[in-house]
C-alpha cells in the first residue's frame, strides 16, 4: 500500500546530515569540486578557513620596521603625487617619515593616537601627582566650606560678631554687651520707622493742600 506523504515537512530528512550547517559544508565542497574538475582556476568558497599544511616561512608579512617595495602600487601612488623616498608626507614633504606605531595592550587590543596620548597622560608620574595634589586642595575646600556653614550659627548678626564654639555664643548671648546693642538697634529701627511715618504723613498733607488749591482756582 502506498501513501502520498501531503505535509512536505514530513518529507523532509531528519537526523544530524540534514541540519542547516551540514547541507551547508556539502554544498560548498561540493562547488569546490566541480571548481577542481572544470576549466577555470581552483577557489575555495569565502567561508573556508585554510588551517591545516600551512607553510609560514616563506610568506612575506608586512611589518613597521620594513619598507614597502617599489612594486608596491602605495608606494607608485606616492611618486606620482611628487613624493621621493626619504622625504616625509605632504605637499612641502614636511610630515613625519617613519610610520605611526600603534603598540598593543596587555590584551592585544591596538588603541589609537589621540587614546594612547590620553593614556600616556594619566600614567604619568607628574600627572599622578598633580591629580592627588588636586584631589588634596578639592578635599580641604571642602572642609572648610563644611566648617563655615557650621560656624553660621554661632555667629551674631547684632554685634557682628563671630564665635567658635556652642557655650561661647551662649555666654555672648546673656552678656551686658549683647543686650545694649540689641536694645541700641531696636530703639534705632523704631525711630526710623517713626520717623518715616512722619515724612509720609507730611507728604500726604502737601498733597492734600496742593489738591485744595487748584481746586480753589
Request: charged share 35%; net charge negative.
Given at each position: 500500500?502506498d501513501l502520498?506523504v501531503?505535509?512536505p515537512r514530513?518529507?523532509?530528512?531528519?537526523?544530524?546530515?540534514?541540519?542547516?550547517?551540514?547541507?551547508r559544508?556539502?554544498?560548498?565542497?561540493?562547488?569546490a569540486?566541480?571548481?577542481?574538475?572544470g576549466?577555470?582556476?581552483?577557489?575555495?568558497?569565502?567561508s573556508?578557513?585554510?588551517?591545516?599544511?600551512?607553510?609560514l616561512?616563506s610568506?612575506?608579512?608586512?611589518?613597521?620596521?620594513?619598507?614597502?617595495?617599489?612594486?608596491?602600487?602605495?608606494?607608485q601612488?606616492?611618486?606620482?603625487?611628487?613624493?621621493?623616498?626619504?622625504?616625509?608626507?605632504?605637499?612641502?614633504?614636511?610630515?613625519?617619515?617613519?610610520?605611526v606605531?600603534?603598540?598593543?595592550s596587555?590584551?592585544g587590543?591596538?588603541?589609537?593616537?589621540?587614546?594612547?596620548?590620553?593614556?600616556?597622560?594619566?600614567?604619568?608620574?607628574?600627572?599622578?601627582?598633580?591629580?592627588a595634589?588636586?584631589?588634596?586642595?578639592?578635599?580641604?575646600?571642602?572642609?572648610?566650606e563644611?566648617?563655615?556653614y557650621e560656624?553660621?550659627?554661632?555667629y551674631?548678626?547684632?554685634?557682628?560678631?563671630?564665635y567658635?564654639?556652642?557655650h561661647?555664643?551662649?555666654?555672648h548671648?546673656?552678656?551686658y554687651?549683647?543686650h545694649?546693642?540689641?536694645?541700641?538697634?531696636?530703639?534705632?529701627?523704631?525711630?526710623?520707622?517713626?520717623t518715616?511715618?512722619?515724612?509720609?504723613?507730611k507728604?500726604?498733607?502737601?498733597?492734600?493742600r496742593?489738591m485744595?488749591?487748584?481746586?480753589?482756582?
Open positions: 500500500m502520498n501531503v505535509d514530513l518529507a523532509a530528512g531528519r537526523g544530524e546530515e540534514y541540519r542547516a550547517g551540514a547541507l559544508d556539502r554544498q560548498a565542497a561540493l562547488l569540486l566541480e571548481a577542481a574538475e576549466d577555470g582556476d581552483f577557489r575555495l568558497p569565502l573556508h578557513r585554510y588551517e591545516e599544511n600551512v607553510d616561512e610568506t612575506e608579512v608586512a611589518t613597521i620596521d620594513t619598507a614597502i617595495p617599489e612594486s608596491n602600487v602605495g608606494y601612488l606616492l611618486q606620482r603625487m611628487g613624493w621621493r623616498p626619504g622625504g616625509g608626507l605632504g605637499r612641502e614633504q614636511q610630515g613625519i617619515t617613519e610610520p606605531r600603534l603598540d598593543a596587555d590584551n587590543v591596538r588603541i589609537g593616537l589621540g587614546r594612547q596620548e590620553v593614556e600616556r597622560q594619566y600614567t604619568a608620574a607628574e600627572f599622578i601627582e598633580r591629580r595634589l588636586e584631589a588634596e586642595a578639592e578635599r580641604q575646600s571642602k572642609i572648610r563644611e566648617v563655615k560656624l553660621r550659627m554661632f551674631c548678626q547684632v554685634c557682628h560678631k563671630q567658635q564654639a556652642a561661647e555664643m551662649e555666654e548671648l546673656s552678656s554687651d549683647h545694649h546693642r540689641k536694645r541700641l538697634a531696636e530703639t534705632r529701627a523704631m525711630l526710623a520707622e517713626r518715616k511715618k512722619e515724612r509720609s504723613k507728604e500726604r498733607k502737601r498733597q492734600e496742593e485744595a488749591r487748584m481746586a480753589a482756582q
